[in-house]
Nanobody, 127 residues
Framework: QVQLVESGGGLVQAGDSLRLSCAAS????????MGWFRQPPGKERELVAA????????SYADSVKGRFTVSRDNAKNTVYLQMNSLKAEDTAVYYC????????????????????WGQGTQVTVSS
């Protein structure tokens, strides 16, 4: 079992930066690919960024490419999402999630492949 806890959200102005963290307890996080999702008000949850279990591969939604960076420190059982040049449309609840499988190669982009979810952290960007 994997328990995930996000932190680092808040209220910022457009153009500002935030770094979200996702701390894992339970099984070793390094065995699983990870993803960051977001759910804007009234919209469906979407994948923002994904990272392979050793961090060698990443994938981003087009809307955040060049602004967001996903990284991980497996020794600390933590995954990060650095968000720069924030825009009002980035306002959402952000969730981290862990792959349902262990030792999978590469990134995971299919939502249904993620089995473990955090409780979410609110990011609000004022324009």
């Amino acid at each position: 079992q994997v328990q995930l806890v996000e932190s680092g959200g808040g209220l910022v102005q457009a153009g500002d930066s935030l770094r979200l963290s996702c701390a894992a307890s339970g099984r070793t996080l390094g065995a699983r690919a990870m993803g960051w999702f977001r759910q804007p008000p009234g919209k469906e949850r979407e994948l923002v960024a994904a990272i392979s279990r050793i961090g060698s591969s990443t994938s981003y939604a087009d809307s955040v490419k060049g602004r967001f960076t996903v990284s991980r420190d497996n020794a600390k059982n933590t995954v990060y999402l650095q968000m720069n040049s924030l825009k009002a449309e980035d306002t959402a609840v952000y969730y981290c999630a862990a792959d349902r499988m262990v030792l999978r190669a590469g990134v995971v982009v299919a939502t249904q492949e993620y089995a473990y979810w955090g409780q979410g952290t609110q990011v609000t960007v004022s324009s």
